[in-house]
């Protein structure tokens, strides 16, 4: 179920991010991006499914927004932030964890006014659709089954959060003639 359910998580995301011109049909591949996701989800985890049951939303957007701090990190300084022992605690621990999205957006990201307000609804609206199909999945809190898919979400919303980062500093995935 579990490869099932992250690939129809896949899906629905891309096809929304590209309907809306924030990535490319084909996907970036950033590989230190993509090594990043174990050691940043495992030191996520406590906090996020701590806030799943409350704010399931903000559970799951704020790794889309760790996606894009990170792919943000590799384009910048990397060789200072890959050292990092962890990442994700360096993020949260500049304003707390009710305020990483904000920390990130205005001092990662730069961002300010409608470009600010744009991307908060750009994750909110990812993050509900990720909650709304694994709510579907009728699977029982607490199990095994639920974990995997939270992690699912979550591995996919970090990912397509890089994505879309990549591509807003000019990393395109075009055919190119030959």
């Known amino acids: 179920m579990t490869e099932h359910f992250e690939e ?4 629905d995301l891309h096809g929304y991010l590209v309907a809306v011109k924030e990535v490319d049909e084909r996907l970036p591949e950033c590989p230190d ?10 030191a996520y985890l406590s906090d996020g499914i701590r806030e799943f049951m409350d ?9 889309m927004y760790i996606g894009m701090a990170v792919a943000k990190y590799w384009d ?7 050292k990092l022992d962890n990442l994700y605690a360096y993020m949260r621990d500049k304003r707390g964890y009710d305020c990483m999205d904000e920390y990130i957006r205005e001092e990662v990201l730069l961002l300010s ?16 659709r990720v909650h709304n199909i694994m709510r579907h999945q009728n699977i029982e809190p607490g199990t095994k089954e639920a974990f995997n898919a939270y992690v699912s ?9 890089a994505a879309v980062q990549l591509r ?6 075009t055919k190119v003639g030959i």
Do not use: H, N
């Open 8 to 11: 129809t998580i896949r899906k």
């Open 153 to 161: 979400c979550i591995r996919q919303l970090y990912m397509m959060g």
């Open 113 to 128: 006014g409608d470009s600010f307000i744009a991307l908060e609804k750009l994750v909110g609206e990812c993050a509900s």
């Open 55 to 63: 704010y399931p939303t903000v559970s799951l957007g704020w790794m």
């Open 168 to 173: 807003r500093m000019g990393y395109r995935m």
């Open 33 to 42: 991006v993509e090594e990043k996701w174990t050691s940043v989800a495992e």
């Open 76 to 82: 910048t300084e990397w060789e200072i932030y890959s």
